[in-house]
């Protein structure tokens, strides 16, 4: 999550800078989530990321119809894997998260 949050500024390259507010509410979601996660407060972090996730999503409706279907999509097994514990589908999902949004991770 940590990479994903440092690379957020990318997407308003992407997608312009009338996604800010959005993406400023999707950094603040991100940042509590990690907050409660460094707390320990494993469902407050849950939410947190999860929110953040389906505020990411909505970007999608900027591009096309179908790119933000998929996005909601994605966003939702990202839910579903996190609700799971399964940290593999988590950071699968964030993969593809930033692979349909033009910022694909780099590689080391």
């Given at each position: 999550?940590?990479?994903?949050?440092?690379?957020?500024?990318?997407?308003?390259?992407?997608?312009?800078?009338d996604?800010?507010?959005?993406?400023?509410?999707v950094r603040?979601?991100?940042?509590?989530?990690?907050?409660?996660?460094d707390?320990?407060?494993?469902?407050e972090?849950?939410?947190?990321?999860?929110k953040?996730?389906?505020?990411?999503?909505t970007?999608?409706?900027?591009?096309?119809?179908?790119?933000?279907?998929?996005?909601?999509?994605?966003?939702?097994?990202?839910?579903q894997?996190?609700?799971?514990?399964?940290?593999?589908?988590?950071?699968?999902?964030?993969?593809?998260?930033?692979?349909r949004a033009?910022?694909p991770?780099?590689?080391p």
């Amino acid at each position: 999550m940590e990479s994903f949050l440092g690379r957020l500024s990318e997407l308003r390259v992407v997608l312009g800078d009338d996604v800010a507010p959005v993406l400023e509410k999707v950094r603040g979601e991100l940042l509590a989530g990690l907050a409660a996660r460094d707390r320990g407060d494993m469902p407050e972090a849950s939410v947190r990321v999860a929110k953040s996730m389906a505020e990411l999503a909505t970007l999608g409706d900027r591009l096309e119809a179908g790119e933000g279907a998929l996005m909601r999509v994605v966003t939702a097994e990202f839910i579903q894997s996190m609700a799971r514990g399964d940290s593999d589908a988590m950071e699968r999902g964030v993969d593809r998260i930033q692979a349909r949004a033009g910022t694909p991770k780099q590689k080391p």
